[in-house]
Structures are given as structure tokens and as C-alpha cells.
């Protein structure tokens, strides 16, 4: 599996042009988010029923659109709860 972007991630199957899709940094800001949702509901059926390759597509098109989303907000909003410390408040 390749996860780095390397030689084929361009060349998965989640494209209809034989591609991964528009490349992230090309996407409005909407589009990106809709992207990562939607990603991100299909993940565990892909994992639970795709190919191998259908799972190596899906892994390099969501670590490129999260790696672009993290890239476009390097001071995102952090959930104080989402944190080691707040997960321990919670206890």
C-alpha cells in the first residue's frame, strides 16, 4: 500500500478519468470538506469489503485531501475534550 503519495497513487480508481479525483488543492474549500465527509463515511466498507487496490485508492486520496485540509488551517479549532487531559476530566 502506498500512502505516500508515490509512484500510482495518481493512477487509483476513484476518478472517472482513471485518476484519484481533482487534486486537493484545486478544490474549494465546500468541495474539499464534502470530499473528506464523504471519504470518510465510505471508510469502513472499504475496508471491510473493497480490493486491495480499492483500499490503497481510498487511503491515498484521504491522506492527500486530509494532509491538504490540515494544510489550509495549520491553526484549526482543537476541541479541548479531543485531548489527553480532557479525555481525563471526563473519567
Request: glycine share 14%.
Amino acid at each position: 500500500m502506498t500512502v505516500d503519495g508515490g509512484a500510482g497513487a495518481r493512477s487509483g480508481a476513484l476518478g472517472s478519468g482513471g485518476g484519484l479525483g481533482v487534486a486537493p488543492e484545486r478544490l474549494t474549500d465546500e468541495d474539499l470538506l464534502r470530499e473528506l465527509r464523504r471519504l470518510h463515511d465510505t471508510r469502513h466498507e472499504t475496508l471491510r469489503h473493497g480490493s486491495d487496490d480499492a483500499l490503497d485508492a481510498h487511503t491515498v486520496r484521504l491522506a492527500d485531501l486530509e494532509s491538504e485540509y490540515l494544510r489550509r488551517r495549520p491553526q484549526r479549532e482543537i476541541d479541548p475534550g479531543r485531548l489527553r487531559e480532557g479525555a481525563r476530566d471526563r473519567e
